[in-house]
């Protein structure tokens, strides 16, 4: 069977451009490596931008404005443009499918100002706004009978006769076999790479680039690799993130002398940067919300409340948050033109995985949720209407060939370890703050450990859930992307935005 439309991924941008291809009439499948309400979307807790003015005055000039500052000149405008103005009527139809915003004493919906905004901006509900959008879109896909498989994990793409892509292969994660699906287009929604850096991610493991090292393995163009956004405040044990949310409702950034020592609005870039400077004078850093009062924060901020509990044992109602800048997001990503589509005929891009250039050297926040409905509205009607134009295709049989997993039997390293190893060489000297002797020094080890691949691999023999061989494909596809983030960070000589090099 051949599907109009095969999405691979469902978090927020997966599930938006499966609901805007079938409201265009066509076929949808969904393919995912976990579960949908699984997906990092959940993680994006502060809010959504759009200019509706409800809590303070503002335009969307305004907001495109602002995108565009925080960019560092380095988004492109129409883009912007179209994302901002689009904003208004995204909100408006979340609205009507059920997401549940906060509201404003006289029933609009509620907005808060995010760092790098001019204006109160943000609609949120409560502190779980991205984990609401989710939801309420899987809630959508199963009303509108939008098929979706779990636990599929993606190895390639595959391409027809004329090199188009019309397929993919995947591993069945409970079986342990490789599956084929066919499709006259494909959406890659797959997440970013920002758990390449391992512990230092707010991510969960999930986040390791798997759709981007595919599309660069059959030919699709990456963008800006080297842009990868530091979270201010991940609890500092954990890196747990504590939302912009805190310090959009009043939240104090205090070093260990109790001195507050920068705007703690400012662009993520900035305070980021901020902090770091402060750790290497040997100072700790805390988030305060203890003035904001008890009631005021179980009303706005009840998971920020119970994360910090959680996860650093401390009561943000009483105690200081001790906190640090850890990987959040990643701005690089599959580069697609103005209907998301990518230099593969037939392949489409959204979300995370995807460079739509709105973005830039450093995204604004509350605009990944705006970007994943926009674009991944546009990624899946354009896809559909190119999927029912297609006339039918014959598989390359190089194409589809068997995958074959990278494997040894001698087992020399442990790939675990090496993983580690990279992360914590990542955080250290392709981070915050970059040096092209410490890049330099990163790029050499990172090739000598994917040289030694061929005596490593899979210790579990298994072949129904053998999470061993699953954690190894993702280790081989966070190689691909680190060796694309330094190579993108050494040809990026100007410092601007999250690649501050000095």
Same mark, same amino acid.
């Given at each position: 069977?051949?599907?109009?439309?095969?999405?691979?991924?469902?978090?927020?941008?997966?599930?938006?451009?499966?609901?805007?291809?079938?409201?265009?009439?066509?076929?949808?499948?969904?393919?995912?490596?976990?579960?949908?309400?699984?997906?990092?979307?959940?993680?994006?807790?502060?809010?959504?931008?759009?200019?509706?003015?409800?809590?303070?005055?503002?335009?969307?000039?305004?907001?495109?404005?602002?995108? *565009?500052?925080?960019?560092?000149?380095?988004?492109?405008?129409?883009?912007?443009?179209?994302?901002?103005?689009?904003?208004?009527?995204?909100?408006?139809?979340?609205?009507?499918? #059920?997401?549940?915003?906060?509201?404003?004493?006289?029933?609009?919906?509620?907005?808060?100002?995010?760092?790098?905004?001019?204006?109160?901006?943000?609609?949120?509900?409560?502190?779980?706004?991205?984990?609401?959008?989710?939801?309420?879109?899987?809630?959508?896909?199963?009303?509108?009978?939008?098929?979706?498989?779990?636990?599929?994990? *993606?190895?390639? /793409?595959?391409?027809?006769?004329? #090199?188009?892509?019309?397929?993919?292969?995947?591993?069945?994660?409970?079986?342990?076999?490789?599956?084929?699906?066919?499709?006259?287009?494909?959406?890659?929604?797959? #997440?970013?790479?920002?758990?390449?850096?391992?512990?230092?991610?707010?991510?969960?493991?999930?986040?390791?680039?798997?759709?981007?090292?595919?599309?660069?393995?059959?030919?699709?163009?990456?963008?800006?690799?080297?842009?990868?956004?530091?979270?201010?405040?991940? /609890?500092?044990?954990?890196?747990?993130?504590?939302?912009?949310?805190?310090?959009?409702?009043?939240?104090?950034?205090?070093?260990?002398?109790?001195?507050?020592?920068?705007?703690?609005?400012?662009?993520?870039?900035?305070?980021?940067?901020?902090?770091?400077?402060?750790?290497?004078?040997?100072?700790?850093?805390?988030?305060?919300?203890?003035?904001?009062?008890?009631?005021?924060?179980?009303?706005?901020?009840?998971?920020?409340?119970?994360?910090?509990?959680?996860?650093?044992?401390?009561?943000?109602?009483?105690? *200081?948050?001790?906190?640090?800048?850890?990987?959040?997001?990643?701005?690089?990503?599959?580069?697609?033109?103005?209907?998301?589509?990518?230099?593969?005929? #037939?392949?489409?891009?959204?979300?995370?995985?995807?460079?739509?250039?709105?973005?830039?050297?450093?995204?604004?926040?509350?605009?990944?949720?705006?970007?994943?409905?926009?674009?991944?509205?546009?990624?899946?009607?354009?896809?559909?209407?190119?999927?029912?134009?297609?006339?039918?295709?014959?598989?390359?049989?190089?194409?589809?060939?068997?995958?074959?997993?990278?494997?040894?039997?001698?087992?020399?390293?442990?790939?675990?370890?090496?993983?580690?190893?990279?992360?914590?060489?990542?955080?250290?000297?392709?981070?915050?703050?970059?040096?092209?002797?410490? *890049?330099?020094?990163?790029?050499?080890?990172?090739?000598?450990?994917?040289?030694? /691949?061929?005596?490593?691999?899979?210790?579990?023999?298994?072949?129904?859930?053998?999470?061993?061989?699953?954690?190894?494909?993702?280790?081989?596809?966070?190689?691909?992307?680190?060796?694309?983030?330094?190579?993108?960070?050494?040809?990026?000589?100007?410092?601007?935005?999250?690649?501050?090099?000095?």
């Amino acid at each position: 069977m051949i599907t109009d439309v095969l999405i691979v991924g469902a978090g927020g941008a997966g599930l938006m451009a499966a609901i805007a291809a079938k409201e265009e009439g066509a076929n949808v499948l969904v393919l995912t490596k976990e579960y949908p309400t699984r997906s990092q979307t959940c993680m994006a807790q502060g809010g959504m931008n759009a200019a509706l003015g409800n809590v303070s005055e503002d335009s969307v000039e305004a907001h495109i404005q602002n995108t *565009l500052k925080s960019a560092h000149g380095l988004a492109d405008e129409s883009a912007v443009r179209f994302m901002c103005e689009e904003a208004p009527k995204a909100v408006e139809w979340l609205d009507s499918i #059920g997401v549940c915003f906060s509201r404003t004493p006289d029933a609009k919906v509620a907005q808060r100002k995010l760092g790098g905004a001019s204006a109160s901006r943000a609609c949120y509900a409560q502190d779980y706004t991205g984990l609401k959008i989710l939801h309420t879109l899987y809630d959508r896909c199963n009303a509108l009978e939008i098929e979706m498989l779990a636990e599929k994990f *993606l190895l390639e /793409l595959v391409q027809d006769d004329a #090199g188009t892509v019309c397929g993919v292969r995947v591993l069945d994660i409970r079986s342990g076999e490789q599956e084929e699906y066919y499709a006259k287009s494909v959406v890659l929604a797959t #997440g970013g790479y920002s758990r390449i850096f391992g512990k230092n991610s707010t991510n969960s493991k999930a986040s390791s680039g798997d759709g981007i090292a595919v599309a660069k393995k059959a030919g699709a163009k990456l963008l800006d690799m080297e842009f990868v956004q530091f979270h201010p405040t991940g /609890l500092k044990s954990s890196s747990i993130l504590i939302s912009e949310s805190a310090r959009g409702e009043g939240g104090y950034l205090l070093n260990s002398k109790g001195e507050r020592f920068t705007n703690e609005l400012a662009p993520r870039d900035e305070v980021s940067r901020a902090i770091d400077a402060e750790i290497k004078k040997g100072e700790e850093i805390f988030l305060d919300i203890r003035h904001l009062g008890e009631e005021f924060i179980e009303e706005n901020l009840p998971q920020e409340r119970k994360l910090a509990k959680l996860y650093e044992n401390v009561d943000p109602v009483h105690e *200081l948050m001790p906190i640090r800048p850890v990987a959040h997001y990643t701005m690089g990503g599959i580069e697609v033109d103005s209907s998301s589509k990518t230099n593969l005929e #037939g392949l489409y891009a959204c979300g995370e995985c995807a460079n739509h250039k709105v973005h830039g050297a450093n995204r604004l926040g509350g605009n990944s949720l705006l970007e994943i409905i926009v674009f991944g509205r546009q990624a899946g009607t354009n896809a559909a209407k190119y999927g029912q134009k297609r006339s039918s295709f014959k598989v390359n049989e190089q194409s589809s060939r068997v995958y074959e997993f990278t494997s040894s039997q001698e087992h020399n390293y442990d790939f675990y370890a090496l993983q580690d190893e990279i992360a914590d060489l990542l955080y250290e000297k392709v981070g915050i703050v970059r040096t092209k002797s410490e *890049l330099l020094e990163a790029q050499q080890r990172v090739l000598e450990i994917k040289s030694l /691949l061929n005596e490593m691999g899979v210790r579990d023999a298994s072949q129904t859930y053998n999470t061993n061989l699953v954690e190894f494909l993702e280790f081989q596809n966070k190689l691909a992307v680190c060796e694309v983030v330094l190579e993108s960070a050494l040809s990026r000589d100007v410092s601007v935005g999250a690649h501050y090099i000095v």
